[in-house]
């Protein structure tokens, strides 16, 4: 069968065994009108409003097998509430939604498919036209549009309870020939605003378990840095954490795992050196370096001279001392 266009969406026909008895749909948004249902079979429903740049989709009922449509919106900014259900945009799985959640995203492209899994759905699309993206990241600075359609961009949030009392005002709204649009786009204001905030909550989070799980690696390190098979897997499988997520940690920190564990193996080094009197050949093979020349390198680039001038220094300091 064809699919549907209607005002900058495409509709593939619903696969559904249900018969439609002729009754439209007492839609979810008062402000939707029976003009504005661009699908209906009697058990699921898409509706569709235009307001001079301000884009309302709502989908809802439950869906036999999976199902998807396209957005033809280029230049907007959408908000996606998943109130029921799950859906997927353009087949990446960083932009999954499941019951509970929403997110921001731009239309980047020409054509964004968004993806309904099977069952019970309840989705709402706010969409807005944004002509200067400056202009508008400057008030919300967490929505910096990204560069391609590929990047994991604007986390997903659970919907709560500012967003619910929001929503429930947007459905006490109704098709009025002048306001609907003001009171809309206020609402719509008001939703950036929450996700704007949420985005910054969810940054400081993320970056206070990052903290937490970069102190515990390097306690892990410095207990466990005589052991040969101590590596990124090994850590991150005793912090419980992914190997990804833990490179990422130590990024934000302008270092790599193998270089903290190097340090610390040079810090115990010096240690060594200080407090015995075991060969630097010796050090070496028992801190696990390479070669001694390697840690003889690695030790010069950490504290500007050599093992031996090392231990040399520290006899002239222990003799002034006595």
């Known amino acids: 069968m064809t699919p549907i266009y209607n005002h900058g969406i495409r509709i593939p026909p619903l696969q559904s065994n249900t018969a439609n008895n002729g009754n439209l749909p007492t839609l979810n948004l008062n402000f939707l009108t029976k003009a504005d249902i661009t699908l209906w079979d009697g058990k699921q429903y898409m509706a569709f409003k235009q307001l001079e740049g301000l884009h309302v989709i709502e989908v809802k009922g439950t869906y036999q097998t999976d199902w998807r449509f396209d957005l033809l919106l280029p230049d907007c900014f959408w908000l996606l509430f998943q109130f029921t259900g799950h859906s997927k945009r353009d087949a990446l799985s960083h932009t999954a939604l499941s019951t509970g959640e929403y997110r921001g995203f731009y239309s980047i492209r020409e054509t964004h498919n968004i993806q309904v899994k099977a069952g019970k759905t309840w989705m709402v699309l706010l969409g807005v036209k944004i002509n200067d993206t400056t202009t508008f990241t400057s008030e919300w600075p967490q929505l910096v549009k990204p560069a391609t359609i590929d990047q994991p961009y604007f986390s997903s949030i659970n919907i709560g309870y500012r967003i619910r009392q929001i929503f429930e005002k947007i459905q006490q709204v109704v098709d009025t020939p002048y306001s609907l649009y003001s009171k809309i786009h206020y609402h719509l204001c008001q939703l950036l605003d929450v996700y ?44 419980q954490v992914s190997s990804r997520k833990l490179y990422r940690v130590f990024e934000g920190k302008h270092t790599t795992i193998h270089s903290a564990i190097q340090t610390i193996r040079l810090y115990k080094g010096r240690e060594m050196l200080r407090e015995t009197d075991m060969s630097v050949d010796g050090i070496a093979f028992q801190l696990n370096f390479s070669t001694a020349h390697y840690f003889y390198k690695q030790y010069v680039q950490r504290f500007g001279h050599s093992p031996s001038k090392e231990r040399e220094l520290h006899r002239k300091k222990k003799k002034k001392k006595h």
Request: without cysteine.
């Open 196 to 239: 704007h905030q949420d985005l910054n909550d969810k940054a400081r989070s993320a970056h206070k378990e990052d903290i937490v799980i970069y102190n515990e690696a390097i306690d892990y390190i410095t207990e466990h840095y005589m052991d040969e098979d101590i590596n990124k897997n090994t850590i991150a499988e005793k912090l």
